[in-house]
């Protein structure tokens, strides 16, 4: 047992915070508003709020609803407030989940098992336009439920609603629009796409994780916000996360149906077994009541008028940003966004090499590949944390172009030598190149990352998707290994 990763006697307390604390120090600095992913953060009163009310409530198990009335009336209460939000009427229900992923996973499950019993489907297809979120992939993935991808507007990135419905076949079960997608924060013609649903008599999922939340108070503040909930005829459910834009902690988004007879297609029971008789909602079976304590104590405590103010701050804030980049010569925004996510690119300071003068200015933005019509480019999440740093950011990324305009020799050469390279990986012997591929762009053991990426990326962008993917994979693999013990 010399080598145990175990402590024998347990740590101290104050030895246990002072690592974990010592474990974050790479980590992202989020709280800076330098960082346009990941976090939603609502400042340090909303996470007081949120840390308390989850760790109150940590160790209640959502299993079963009997057992803590305090969840069930929690989780009746956000569903209540979700369905008002989006306009659904009394008939609308739904479910409190761990997140989008989740959510998307049982709209599509409920589909697929609601088109079983009415429509004795067995071979499930849904239509998904490319810019649904990978999740719909993932829940075809496990579901067994076959994703039609259809083309978008090579202009606007919206869903292009005439492919959607030449992809339907007789084992069409549903649907999917998204307001807004996440790569171009662009809302889906979601009144056509749902008219085509009723039409055929389908289901029509919106997927509003990023934007069904944030998108009525745009709207409420006077921008334009095309039609997308349930105020739409033929939209059948929604997919809502509140870890986003209603600031609440990760592990909670929502899922709304129209219809209880859809949303019972959702559930699993079990009495077959020698335990407990198993009613579960959700895919989890036991789980913290963290999540949903915390994101009912946020919710209340901004209330209606502290997340309309908040809006109003991300609004302006996105409206300068898209304007600041159509002013720089050369930085494009692609399409129109109505959410604060905007994608932007340009041809003479290429968005990789710019993430990284971006990276070394103190940015954070998302870099996003090519697919489709959708060339690479950047990404922004804006969050009320960014706000305030509108007008540095705006002055950086013009700095930043203006270098990377200037280096864009160097980076042409390391994109002829990506597409060589990614030419030479399309053979069935492609997989074994990629450990050495991996090593030749300086990225260490455990996935450390280079401090520039634009190789990386570069390489990404130009191999082939199913590649990409397994590449991912290996990757992945290789990061997520066992602990050593440390000397
Ligand atoms: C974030 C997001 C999802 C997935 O949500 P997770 O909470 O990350 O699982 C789905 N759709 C859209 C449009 C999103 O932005």
Redesign the pocket.
């Given at each position: 047992m010399g080598s145990s990763v175990w402590p024998k006697q347990g740590l101290s307390k104050e030895q246990v915070f002072a690592k974990l604390e010592e474990h974050r120090k790479d980590d992202l600095a989020w709280r800076s508003g330098r960082l346009f992913a990941y976090v939603y953060d609502g400042g340090p009163e909303i996470e007081e709020v949120a840390k308390k009310a989850f760790t109150a409530f940590m160790s209640e198990n959502g299993l079963d609803p009997t057992a803590f009335p305090s969840l069930l009336r929690f989780e009746n209460e956000i569903i209540a407030m979700a369905r008002e939000h989006l306009h659904g009427g009394d008939e609308v229900v739904g479910a409190f989940t761990s997140?989008?992923?989740?959510s998307?996973i049982l709209a599509v499950k409920a589909a697929r098992d609601f088109a079983r019993a009415t429509r004795g489907i067995t071979t499930p297809e849904m239509v998904i336009p490319i810019t649904a979120?990978a999740?719909f992939h993932k829940a075809a993935h496990y579901l067994g439920v076959k994703a039609i991808t259809t083309a978008i507007d090579p202009v606007t990135y919206r869903a292009d609603v005439a492919a959607m419905r030449e992809a339907i076949t007789p084992n069409t079960v549903l649907l999917v629009g998204?307001a807004?997608?996440?790569a171009h924060g662009v809302v889906d013609p979601i009144e056509d796409i749902a008219a085509l649903a009723q039409e055929r008599g389908l289901l029509c999922h919106v997927?509003g994780?990023?934007?069904g939340f944030l998108l009525p108070y745009f709207a409420r503040l006077g921008a334009k916000v095309p039609l997308f909930d349930f105020r739409v005829p033929g939209v059948t459910s929604m997919?809502m996360?509140f870890?986003?834009y209603a600031l609440c902690p990760k592990g909670a988004?929502c899922v709304l149906y129209r219809s209880d007879d859809v949303r019972r297609a959702q559930f699993f029971t079990c009495a077959s077994w020698t335990g407990y008789t198993m009613i579960n909602t959700t895919i989890q079976s036991s789980k913290s009541g963290g999540p949903l304590a915390a994101a009912w104590a946020v919710m209340n405590h901004v209330g209606d008028e502290g997340y309309l103010k908040i809006a109003a701050g991300l609004l302006e804030a996105k409206n300068q940003i898209v304007a600041a980049i159509r002013e720089t010569p050369g930085l494009e925004v692609m399409g129109d966004p109505e959410m604060c996510l905007i994608a932007f690119r340009s041809e003479e300071a290429p968005p990789f090499p710019l993430a990284d003068a971006m990276k070394a200015r103190g940015w954070h933005v998302q870099p996003q590949l090519a697919y489709g019509p959708s060339r690479e480019n950047l990404h922004l999440t804006i969050n009320p944390s960014n706000v305030k740093h509108t007008a540095a950011f705006i002055e950086a990324l013009r700095s930043a172009t203006q270098e990377v305009k200037g280096t864009r020799s160097a980076y042409a050469e390391a994109e002829t030598f990506a597409r060589a390279f990614a030419e030479k990986l399309t053979g069935p012997d492609a997989f074994a190149m990629l450990p050495t591929l991996v090593a030749s762009l300086g990225v260490g053991e455990g996935g450390k990352m280079p401090e520039k990426m634009a190789d990386v990326n570069a390489l990404m962008n130009a191999v082939p998707r199913d590649i990409q993917e397994r590449l991912l994979a290996y990757f992945v693999s290789s990061m997520f290994t066992p602990a050593k013990r440390e000397p």
């Open positions: 997140g989008g992923t989740e998307i979120h999740a998204s807004s997608g996440y997927d994780c990023i934007g997919s996360d870890h986003k988004s």
